[in-house]
């Protein structure tokens, strides 16, 4: 009896370890278990790269703080062109563009359709032409079907922060855009870090989903909340005495030498006035001499009469 019981205490002498072994396996996997369930619920609920990702996207639209507009074909073409060409310049073949002589980059139009396209949608149809104004220039030309855009123009601009994205339905959702003004020496705390500004506004901006993902379809504006308090920009106002000046005259650099002829021709306005106040004098000296010659010939005239009267008189007495 007794060499069974020893028997028995040899056989389960490594039921202790083979159990702890066991407990210990059983407390890894319930924790990488409950590890792996708490960063899926996370990033089911962290939606922040997806929110890069629209940001990255409507950057290009957001640095020129467009209009309101309920459809992208009623947005004018040259601001389709402005935007389409930016996120053209900004995407995935910027390295490839060659630039000219005036270091503007040359993008062809092709690529540019494409991205109207993915930015507004299939319904968005492009009328390639030159525009701009005399600081930001757009050239088009029709030889190589490409445009020369100036990219070194680009400065101080705002940038998108979304901060809400709101599905509405299947194929739409809502993203709540601020718009965040450029960091300046201001943004600097004690420690001298620059601290990422608040957005100056909001907007809503509304997505649709097509066959090659999301587009932009509409702008909005978000009830209650424009400007923050404080950050009301005042109205302009015209210069005093600028009221129907020319571009010359308010810009001295594009004046040029429009604003030394301007100053000649003053200065011979002054001399010609001169010359005509002499010629007037000249004028009515003569005429003061004519008046005197023509008072002497009436006096003249009223003597004779006088002497006639006066021999009438003497013959009627006699």
Partial sequence: MSTSIFRSSRRNRYAAP?????????????FTVASFCLNMTKGLLDNSRKKQEYETMLLPVVIFDPVPFENPVNIDNASLLQYSIWATAMG??????????????VIPASDIDVTAQRLFGPDVKLEHRSFGDLENSYLYEEAIRSYHVPIITMTGFAT??????????GDVIELKMGYVPP???????????????????????????SRSGWYLYAIKDLPGAGLLPGDIPSPIEPMPGDEGA????????????GMESSAASSEAGESDGSSDEGSSDSDGDGEDEGGDETEGDEGEEGEEEDDTSSESASEMQG
């Fill in 246 to 257: 020319s571009i010359s005259q308010i810009v001295p650099e594009l004046a040029g030498n």
């Fill in 92 to 105: 995935e073949k910027r390295d490839q563009y060659e630039y000219d002589d005036n270091n503007f980059v």
């Fill in 18 to 30: 083979i159990g702890g072994v066991f407990i210990i396996l059983c407390f890894v996997g319930f």
């Fill in 183 to 209: 960091s300046t020496i201001l943004d600097l705390d004690a420690s001298g870090n620059i601290q990422e500004p608040e957005p100056q506004k909001y907007m809503i901006y509304e997505l649709h989903r």
């Fill in 160 to 169: 998108p922060k979304v901060e809400e994205i709101n599905k509405t339905s």
